[in-house]
């Protein structure tokens, strides 16, 4: 089956060459960023609109400044399957965390055109102007306009120049009291897929191009504070010490085997501490860390944070360090909608893949899609799992294939309610 | 025998009230701070070099600063015990580190000096210029030149104002060139004894007043850095992640048991952490943290940093991570001698206190002291182990049995060569 694609031509190079056109409008020549409502968000979306007119969509900015292209069905006006990502980035960011899926969705519809391809639904394409959330306080402010879960109160959010999202949307031409206007309805959707590529080393280690995305995960962070003793490191014997860092060393030792041992594919990581005074001949008195779980299921993953706040409570209680825990982020897992999610897996095996499945650890435009559309993600593997770095690379080869997967999902694609007659 | 001080003064009091004078001297009002080479070290100099004089010594301060006060015995000239402690502190520093040890000398000497005492041994009381280290980069400074250490390059080392060392001595009307003069020989001295505050619970713990030091714990210090894979804290699975903080963690958890399960008293410390790149949502990439081992004895500390170290190694190559363990700092381990350590617990006992032996964790002007003399000390407790802190404190009722040790000490003190005749 590997060979069914030889009926159209190659996605793959039209995408990698656009990729490198995106990735060169950036604020600095040497590190890509391209922030939310900067000149270079202006370029590329002129870049990008030009390329959804060439694939035979109308094409349009938004009130936020999406860029959104439609191409009919076999008759006007009927709802559409959704593609899309986000054609922001983070500082210093690697070409691919975003435009990857935007450049596929206009290579396939291209690909459609090409061919006078018309379909029982249109295909709307959405280039999320803002997922990163870099410039202002918020993340997800393209999908979330579109959503209308856009939160009015972000306006008054600053930049580091003290510039507001109001004002900031002025200076780029859009009328901030139209953000309303780019909000969707559910019923103008069948559903919402995004390409993205993995961010992780999953499908490099197991040698596939693509994997079928089957949950957002959730997120809880947690700030967690000990305290202790701080006292002289040669003075007080170990049996009188309340060492504040010990003590997180042992809940990050915890935390960790909990999460190695979990079965269900948790993960949790302690990114950030601080220990003080911070001298090498003091024994730390307070400790400052983070935690960060994740689970593709919402249930396991509160199960797991009790769990772990039981344990550290032990620890804090047997060395007699005062603790405090704040949960500082929730964010709920969007599960991929079942009946869409199988159709992604289709396509895959129609283009002679093993179907692997799993969670995404990393955010995506569809935990805001998930309030208007259901939702379904294909994940396409990239090099050593690095993202957010300008070491983020993939394949010719692999975007390839994810285009072929697509394209296939989009041409064999049956909404629901036509797939709910089929059965 | 506790009632056996009863037949001279209590000289607690005396001494917590000069201990108060002392402290007022500082650079702030409300932090203490009495800085090498400033108007406070030369207010305070003046001061103690009053109370020298008054206690029937001879006075001077010598060219590094260091006060030096004599009591001639009981014809001139004769060998000394030399007594004595250092009245810099650290910034925001307790009254009682250092200058109680000098405090209580001089106020056994006015002692001895109101009764008309004289012995057949001088006494030497000297105020140490510089042991904290706080203005330039080299600490025992003041113990450094009696004992004819003094490196003639650190005249060259700035404060942070960029003022030399040798222009601070200028400045302070002393002659760098003079420092030589300092230097005391080998023969002019029967030993050396520092009465200080434990800066440590152990006593406390006891219920003990004073204590007899065994040693002045050698001391290693080091710089490890474990660099693993930084990656996004959603998307890599826990069996595939290199997490450099994770493998800290284990190694302080191992390096605290380690110390913990040591039969000798040894101490361990990891007082400074930092995590690269530091985000909650970020698996660190790179960790760096010190370590800082004590141990009463030089052979079992470097044993420990040796096993330390390997089990350090096994964590890092069984979690994949790069290591690096550099030696930052190595203090020998300064021995009390039997014969005079002998003598202060013998004075322990006689003030009817029990005699416990414990060793000083801290650095001292003993450390220095040791070039030229046998050195015993002895330690008074400290309410909750604090110092280095404005909450560092001494009960008047310690002071005083601190003094009436080290004034039955010098009473019956048996020189060592007299000593070897007796026995």
């Known amino acids: 089956m590997a060979g069914a694609a030889t ?60 860029v959104c292209g439609r191409y009919e069905g076999d008759r006007p006006g009927l709802p559409c399957l959704m593609l899309g990502s986000h054609y922001d980035t983070v500082r210093d960011a690697g070409k691919w965390d975003g435009p990857l899926g935007l450049v596929t969705a206009i290579s396939c519809v291209a690909d459609l055109n090409r061919r006078g391809r018309r379909l029982p639904f249109a295909i709307e394409v959405v280039g999320f102007a803002d997922e990163e959330g870099v410039r202002f306080a918020s993340t997800l402010l393209g999908s979330r306009a579109i959503a209308g879960t856009f939160d009015e109160a972000a306006l008054g959010s600053r930049d580091e120049a003290g510039i507001t ?16 206007a780019a909000a969707r309805a559910r019923r103008e959707l069948h559903g919402y897929v995004e390409l993205h590529i993995e961010q992780g080393p999953v499908l490099e280690g197991l040698n596939l191009p693509v994997g079928v995305v089957t949950a957002i995960s959730g997120a809880t962070r947690l700030a967690v504070r000990l305290v202790g003793m701080a006292g002289h490191a040669g003075t007080v014997p170990m049996a009188l010490r309340r060492d504040a860092l010990a003590g997180a060393a042992e809940c990050i030792v915890e935390i960790e085997e909990f999460c190695r041992t979990d079965p269900d594919g948790l993960v949790g ?27 593709a299921a919402d249930a396991p993953r509160k199960l797991a944070v009790t769990d772990i706040v039981r344990q550290i409570e032990t620890i804090a209680k047997r060395r007699k360090l005062t603790l405090q825990v704040d949960v500082t982020h929730e964010n709920r897992t969007v599960p ?50 690095i993202s957010h770095n300008p070491a983020e690379h993939v394949e010719e080869a692999d975007a390839d294939a994810g285009a072929r997967v697509l394209l296939r999902l989009i041409e064999n694609f049956l909404p629901r309610t036509g797939e709910a007659k089929a059965s």
């Open 7 to 66: 009926d159209h031509p190659l996605l793959g190079r039209e995408i990698v060459g656009r990729i490198g056109a995106l990735g060169a409008i950036s604020e600095t020549p040497e590190n890509l960023t391209r922030i939310f409502l900067s000149p270079q968000h202006r370029a590329a979306a002129e870049l990008l609109l030009s390329w959804m007119e060439s694939a035979g969509m109308r094409a349009h900015l938004d009130a936020i400044g999406n």
């Open 165 to 180: 999202m109001h004002q900031a949307l002025s200076q780029f031409g859009l009328d901030p009291a139209h953000i309303g």
């Open 269 to 295: 990581t302690v990114g950030y501490i601080h220990a003080m005074p911070g001298a090498t001949n003091v024994i730390p008195g307070q400790v400052s860390f983070t935690i960060d779980i994740r689970a």
């Open 336 to 385: 991929c909608a079942p009946w869409l999610k199988r159709q992604v897996a289709e396509a895959v095996a129609a283009e002679g893949y093993r179907v692997f499945e799993l969670p995404s650890g990393a955010g995506h435009d569809g935990m805001a899609m998930i309030d208007i559309a259901d939702v379904a993600m294909v994940f396409v593997r990239c090099r050593g799992g």
